[in-house]
């Protein structure tokens, strides 16, 4: 059996013993609770946030996983029944009292990742913040800008025939594969359908404005189904393929994380 | 398969045409990430909140199960470590946070109730403010343990010699028996032990003192390993028929609230 590292499934003197043993990170995952199409369940950030921290614990062996914070942001989701979102002041104040509790547990470092893409620009705002409030408790990590694992992603992608629309950014053909893979109880295949398939909108040098607009406009502007890609043909072993590259890149990016101090 | 009440795992199309269809309450769980003792998980007040949420809501038949809210108020835990901790103009933004976004749904009835206790005080204070903003689009319901039904548990406990001091408050005989029929493969009975049996602290004359002494000095303070009450000799079997007794009564509580 695989190590245990879900701190919500540990008691506290596991959670002791783990942590003077030498698991000294501590992984607090933002994912969400908004809709994902007609074929995905509305917690998929979460099953994959749980997900990619758990093999990212595994495969360091020097951390503990945080219970995934959801909801979190989503106001551009609010368009679809199901979608739960958190005021940004309100998710800045959850995620600084995470950090501020876990701070006490005897952890050196805490790494804040993310599942939901829509969390980065609020996380990448206020990391700095949180870290200074902390600073000399502990260390606090961002780690959510991951374009090598992206580019990594997109590359074996094509070279599946699988273009960036189709791949998509939200309940597509990569996030769907995903799924397949983490809970494929809750995939609804037979649902599945085309969302948005407009090529520049996934252009690597559009999406920054892509973001901004579904921020802006809400997603139902884009994607009457919600759906930013195309699900179609999506499998787990594209699935597979796809977390162990996010994995692997997470994994990476930590140590260098760590040894910058500041993240 | 039976059907799924929970939002998470639904789709939000499956979550409008549910909605649509009458089921149109959404029951929401305050619940808690916090130590409890050397045997449980500190997830064990989530686990016991999705469970009594589910159970509620397919007893009601019109009604879906939000996000469990976890972490919650947890202060007087935090000594432990595990135990996170929201603030409590936190919990409060948090709370209106998710009735805004079941309002903007559709849904017209929220039901709220805990799995953990120390939430119930920041809700007594808070829920009528909230209420008031989400109204009259949606109505707001908090169900609180009503004092007969707690006696009748006591009673039933007592009857199969489970003392107060031994059902406790925290991770005692109770609340273990009842994970052991949700979540076996998370207890460890091999560490269960006993924590804080001071027959005094356990008294209903005293419970209300109790519980403010563990929020002002912490539950480390009364208890080195975290338990008040005694799990040894937990069982699955009083665990189910506690557990079945909670949805009962919670059940009971909003069909005479929610017609009135």
Redesign the interface.
């Known amino acids: 059996m695989e190590e245990k590292v879900l701190m919500e499934e540990m008691s506290w003197v596991e959670i002791q013993e783990a942590i003077r043993g030498g698991k000294t990170s501590a992984i607090v995952v933002s994912g969400s609770i908004e809709q994902h199409g007609p074929h995905l369940p509305t917690g998929t950030d979460t099953f994959l946030g749980y997900e990619i921290a758990t093999r990212v614990a595994q495969q360091l062996g020097t951390a503990l996983v945080a219970p995934v914070i959801r909801p979190a942001l989503s106001e551009h989701h609010m368009g679809f029944p199901g979608s739960f979102t958190l005021s940004w002041e309100t998710y800045y104040e959850v995620l600084e009292d995470h950090c501020e509790s876990l701070a006490r547990f005897g952890f050196k470092d805490i790494v804040l990742i993310t599942s939901h893409g829509g969390n980065t620009p609020v996380m990448t705002a206020v990391t700095p913040d949180i870290a200074k409030k902390l600073y000399g408790r502990v260390n606090i990590h961002l780690v959510a800008h991951l374009a090598e694992s992206l580019e990594e992603e997109a590359a074996f992608l094509q070279g599946q025939g699988i273009s960036r629309a189709k791949t998509g950014v939200h309940a597509g053909y990569s996030e769907t594969s995903e799924m397949l893979v983490v809970k494929p109880h809750l995939v609804k295949m037979e649902l599945a359908k085309k969302g948005l398939d407009d090529e520049s909108f996934y252009d690597p040098q559009n999406i920054p404005r892509s973001q901004i607009d579904s921020f802006i406009l809400g997603v139902r502007h884009f994607s009457e189904d919600g759906v930013l890609g195309d699900p179609r043909g999506a499998n787990p072993e594209v699935g597979e393929k796809l977390l162990e590259i996010t994995v692997t890149g997470i994994v990476k990016a930590i140590p260098n994380a760590l040894d910058a101090g500041t993240g | 398969m039976e059907k799924t009440v929970?939002?998470?795992?639904?789709?939000?199309?499956?979550?409008?045409k549910a909605?649509k269809d009458g089921k149109d309450t959404a029951i929401l769980v305050a619940a808690s990430?916090e130590?409890?003792?050397?045997?449980?998980?500190?997830?064990t007040d989530?686990i016991i909140g999705y469970a009594l949420g589910q159970a509620v809501a397919k007893n009601m038949g019109n009604a879906l199960v939000?996000?469990v809210i976890?972490?919650a108020l947890s202060r007087h835990h935090?000594?432990?470590?595990?135990?996170?901790?929201?603030?409590m103009?936190?919990f409060v933004?948090?709370l209106e946070?998710?009735c805004q976004?079941?309002r903007?749904?559709?849904f017209k009835n929220v039901v709220l109730f805990v799995s953990h206790g120390g939430n119930s005080d920041a809700l007594n204070a808070f829920i009528p403010s909230i209420a008031k903003k989400i109204a009259p689009d949606m109505r707001l319901l908090v169900v609180y343990p009503v004092e007969k039904n707690v006696k009748s548990l006591q009673e039933l406990l007592a009857e199969r010699g489970i003392t107060r001091q031994r059902a406790g408050v925290h991770a005692g005989f109770s609340e273990t028996s009842v994970m052991l029929t949700l979540r076996p493969d998370?207890v460890?009975m091999d560490?269960a032990r006993p924590g804080l049996i001071d027959e005094e602290f356990y008294q209903p004359e005293n419970i209300e003192r109790s519980k403010i002494s563990s929020f002002i000095h912490g539950v480390k303070s009364q208890s080195e390993?975290?338990v008040l009450g005694d799990p040894t000799g937990s069982s699955a079997e009083l665990g189910k028929v506690i557990f079945e007794r909670k949805v009962n009564d919670i059940v009971e509580e909003i069909k005479n609230n929610l017609t009135a």
Request: charged share 20%; hydrophobic share 35%.
């Open positions: 929970l939002m998470e795992e639904m789709t939000w199309q499956e979550i409008k909605v990430i130590q409890h003792g050397p045997h449980l998980p500190t997830a989530t939000a996000p976890r972490p935090i000594d432990f470590p595990g135990t996170i901790t929201l603030r103009k936190t933004k948090v946070e998710y976004s079941l903007h749904h559709g998370l460890a560490k390993n975290g």
